[in-house]
């Protein structure tokens, strides 16, 4: 008897396919709060999708003994010169670090220490990122293109967005003549 994997990845395209595939969609409502110009925010569609993402997490959350899998398809735009973006978090509880991998498109992953030093790593077609432990993390799309990334975590830490929501990032990506700039 075979054991059939109930989960699928594409490696062209990141699609994870499987019943134990979770999609979730982030539009602009959800994201109040999370750009600078919050009346730019307010004037666009909020029906517009920022980004989506397709999990397989085998092992809840909180819980010793799986790896996390996702890929996020971010899609191309911005709200007051501020590249569209993931909301970004800590991990917490059991805090750890996070492997990211790029499958298409191009963008920034923006990386906040707790003592609030933020920096940011250039995603394009490959590029492999390591976000260590106590390190908030959010990637910004700055082509034209959705950026596709694929993120790896350990099941037992947890995700902290009140931190973020709260307090932000020290800095932002913004596009200064079309040019990402961090401030
Ligand atoms: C990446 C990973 C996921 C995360 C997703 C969206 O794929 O970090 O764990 O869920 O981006 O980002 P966020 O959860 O911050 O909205
Ligand atoms: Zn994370």
Partial sequence: MTD?????FDQLTGHLIGERVTVSERRLAGMEGYFTDTAAWALADQNAVVYRVEA???VPEGVLGGIGLATTYLFPGSIGGEYYMTRGHFHSNADGP????????SGALILM???RETRYEMMSLGSVHHVPSETAHKAANIGTDALVFVSYWSS???HDYETIKKSGFSRRLI???GIA???
Avoid: F
């Fill in 156 to 158: 037992e830490i947890g």
């Fill in 181 to 183: 700039e961090l401030r």
């Fill in 4 to 8: 059939r994997p109930g989960v699928r």
């Fill in 113 to 115: 220490s707790r003592d």
């Fill in 98 to 105: 996070e492997l990211c991998m790029t499958i298409s498109g």
């Fill in 56 to 58: 397989y997490e085998p």
């Fill in 175 to 177: 596009s200064v003549n």
